[in-house]
């Protein structure tokens, strides 16, 4: 392939699960400016729906379906009705997650089965479900959301941290299974972005600061931001990325402080 089109998604099936809002919307515009014919997947069909219709314009392929990544038989059903009706699955973007932030003394049974469930277990339903198709017709992307959360982390993030960091090892365990079939399975670990999950820490003005001041852009991210570094792991630009993470995250992990030592 020629290297001006190898991030062209021309002629791919792609379904992007959390479609409906946040960096999932995003993806799923992207997805569909860059040529793939896309299945905008989310538990709240009516926001599907709308994003399924801002994506489809200028010629682009969207359409809306529901999926709960929770129940993995719906999972299954989910992507054998897009193989059966496009003929093909060749990427599948996974963004839900959910955080409940509250320190390990304080977590309550259910409050960890709850994190668990959508993070890990989803994630899961979807690996597998997406790897049965894909190392079928040996061919074929996934993308997970893992985060800065998988390397580091801070009082009351204990359960999130330890989800992303497992998601970023079942996606690398996919990896190094299903590469002999063609296809291929990353991360993209973001830092923080404005998002409907982060809304409770932007309205708090010193905490959102604090945040923006961990990026060396002294910012936060936008959902459009993690657009290029998916669609870069979902596309022929990957070949032969698997089994990795990229993190965008405004260079939070590449500094310990933002202190300017005298001189500098």
């Not at 489809?56 to 989910?78: F, L, N, S, Y």
């Not at 003394?105 to 198709?133: P, S, T, W």
């Not at 404005?194 to 060396?216: C, G, Q």
């Amino acid at each position: 392939m020629a290297a001006r089109n190898i991030f062209d998604l021309s002629g791919k099936v792609a379904a992007v699960i959390g479609g409906a809002s946040g960096i999932g919307e995003a993806v799923t515009i992207g997805a569909a400016q860059q040529g793939a014919t896309v299945v905008c997947l989310d538990i709240r069909l009516d926001a599907a729906e709308k994003v399924a219709q801002q994506a489809a314009t200028g010629g682009c392929q969207c359409q809306a379906g529901t999926m709960d990544i929770r129940d993995p038989a719906a999972v299954e059903r989910g992507f054998d009705a897009i193989r059966e009706t496009h003929g093909s699955l060749d990427i599948v973007i996974c963004t839900p997650s959910i955080n409940v932030r509250k320190k390990i003394l304080d977590y309550q049974d259910d409050e960890l089965a709850r994190v668990l469930d959508l993070n890990m277990k989803g994630n899961f339903n979807v690996l597998r479900a997406a790897g049965r198709i894909m190392t079928t017709q040996r061919r074929g992307s996934i993308v997970l959301f893992s985060s800065i959360r998988s390397l580091v982390v801070e009082p009351g993030q204990s359960v999130y941290a330890a989800t992303k960091a497992g998601i970023l090892q079942m996606a690398r365990g996919a990896a190094s299974e299903f590469g002999p079939y063609g296809v291929r399975v990353n991360c993209v670990g973001p830092g923080v972005i404005e998002t409907p999950l982060t809304a409770p820490i932007k309205a708090n003005r010193d905490w959102f600061n604090a945040y923006a001041a961990k990026s060396v852009f002294n910012r936060w991210g936008q959902p459009d931001e993690m657009v290029g570094p998916t669609l870069f792991l979902a596309s022929d630009a990957a070949s032969y990325v698997t089994g990795t993470i990229i993190y965008a995250d405004g260079g939070w992990l590449a500094t310990d402080g933002r202190f300017t030592p005298p001189g500098m």
